[in-house]
Structures are given as structure tokens and as C-alpha cells.
């Protein structure tokens, strides 16, 4: 049961927030994509460091999309998701 509602965090229309941003930043052999999610609430906000599981091999910006949304509209912080598998 408690996979089942684990799991249906990550279908469905994704939660609204205010802006979207991504950014690269510079890794050690190539380009990480950074994607900036910003709460509909005022500043100051906290700050919250996504970075999906996955081994190193399974994930990425959309497969966790509505997850992080949720995770900003529910909590009120901006969350920062690291796609660490240096694809932008």
C-alpha cells in the first residue's frame, strides 16, 4: 500500500508553481542541467536540494517533475533538482 501512494506522486498534472528556471553549471567533464523551482508564496524561502534516486542511471527532470513540484507547493521552499547525470 505504501508504494502505491509513493508511486502516484509521480503521475498525473503537476502541482503549479510560480517559475521554472534551468541553468547549466560546469561538471567535471561536461554540462549538469539545474532546474530551479520557485514556491508561489514570498521571499525568503527555504532551500531544498533535489537529487532523484536511480543508481546513477534511471531519472531525470521529467520523471520527477510533478514529485518536486509537489514537494515546493506542499512545503513553500525553493528546490533546487540536480539531473546529476550531466545531461542538460
Do not use: C
Not at 536511480?54 to 533538482?81: I, K, Y
Amino acid at each position: 500500500m505504501r508504494f502505491q501512494l509513493i508511486e502516484a506522486r509521480f503521475f498525473g498534472e503537476p502541482e503549479a508553481v510560480r517559475t521554472v528556471r534551468d541553468i547549466q553549471i560546469q561538471g567535471p567533464e561536461s554540462q549538469i542541467g539545474v532546474r530551479l523551482y520557485f514556491p508561489d508564496s514570498p521571499a525568503p524561502h527555504p532551500i531544498v536540494m533535489f537529487i532523484h534516486g536511480g543508481g546513477w542511471v534511471l531519472g531525470d527532470f521529467p520523471t520527477h517533475e510533478r514529485f518536486v513540484r509537489d514537494l515546493v507547493s506542499e512545503s513553500g521552499a525553493l528546490a533546487v533538482f540536480v539531473n546529476y547525470k550531466g545531461e542538460a
